[in-house]
């Protein structure tokens, strides 16, 4: 088998996931490409999505980049739209 079914999750992964999403989050917010923007996180099962809205494209794939290179992530799901504004 292959563990846990997907809508179950032991106490040791809740925890884990809540560490990425922190460190996810603190990654965002130090990025001087980010900061700004209102990204949501969310870990489960080490499986990262990310969702909310950023000016541009670099910034979106940025904030995949980040994601991606936190300990324990084993995907990233990028639901992140790009709203570029017009000056």
Known sequence: GYGNSAGEQSTTSTARDSAITAEVKARHRDDPMLS???????TVNGQVTLTGTVGNYEARNQAYRLARQVDGVTAVINQVRVEEQSN
């Open 36 to 42: 700004a923007a209102d990204l949501g996180v969310r």
